[in-house]
């Protein structure tokens, strides 16, 4: 029976790097796509797929929390007695 080279320890692992977030909610939302396109296609080495799931986890929170804010500006806005447009 093989011995199994001991492995070593995970705060060392470069995959827990998750990165810079996104300048926008934009560029975030595309790479957040472009992770999950990767990750369905299982075509990732195992020793890839935490780091990219960590990556996409941490782009998930960056794009909803750029969204809340968007909302919670609106809510502000809507309090405020903004009103509708009405087109001539």
Do not use: T
């Not at 492995?7 to 926008?24: H, K, V």
């Not at 990767?38 to 935490?50: H, K, V």
């Not at 990556?55 to 968007?70: E, I, N, T, Y």
């Amino acid at each position: 029976m093989p011995k199994v080279p001991p492995s070593s320890p995970p705060a060392s692992s470069p995959a827990l790097d998750i990165g810079a977030l996104p300048a926008s909610y934009e560029a975030g939302l595309q790479e957040l796509e472009q992770l999950v396109a990767e990750l369905e296609s299982g075509q990732l080495p195992l020793d890839q797929l935490l780091g990219s799931y960590q990556r996409g986890a941490a782009l998930l929170a960056f794009c909803r929390d750029k969204l809340q804010a968007v909302e919670d500006q609106i809510k502000v806005l809507d309090a405020n007695g903004l009103k509708a447009w009405a087109g001539e």
